[in-house]
């Protein structure tokens, strides 16, 4: 699975975007979808996540409440719709899938990852 992720660019704090994940190669709707995001000079830290159905939803304590992602599997797509954006979410933002079915909040247990786009809020 090739994952391509975009969306990112520069938005004054309390805007929104909406980041786009699009697969090819084969359908990722066996895999599990996460998103994950990291600052300058901070490690890989998960956002968001899908199961493979898109039907069990997970987020960080950080994004809950402001962070929406959804996956159609028709599509081969999942969106992460980001709002009240502040500026401690900027950050370059990765897509990524396992090969599995239930989301897991560990970047090491993902399989395929996209090059990441970049998010940046001015304050």
Excluded at 11 to 19: D, E, F, I, K, Y
Aim: hydrophobic letters at 35%; glycine letters at 12%.
């Amino acid at each position: 699975v090739q994952l391509q992720a975009s969306g990112g660019g520069l938005v004054q704090a309390g805007g929104s975007l909406r980041l786009s994940c699009v697969a090819s190669g084969r359908t990722f709707s066996n895999n599990a979808v996460g998103w994950f995001r990291q600052a300058p000079g901070q490690g890989r830290e998960f956002v968001a996540g899908t199961s493979a159905s898109g039907h069990s939803v997970s987020y960080s304590d950080s994004v809950k409440g402001r962070f929406s992602i959804s996956k159609d599997n028709a599509k081969n797509t999942v969106l992460l719709q980001m709002n009240m954006l502040k500026p401690a979410d900027t950050a370059v933002y990765y897509c990524a899938a396992r090969d599995g079915i239930e989301i897991v909040p560990r970047d090491w247990e993902y399989d395929y990852w996209g090059q990441g786009t970049l998010v940046t809020v001015s304050s």
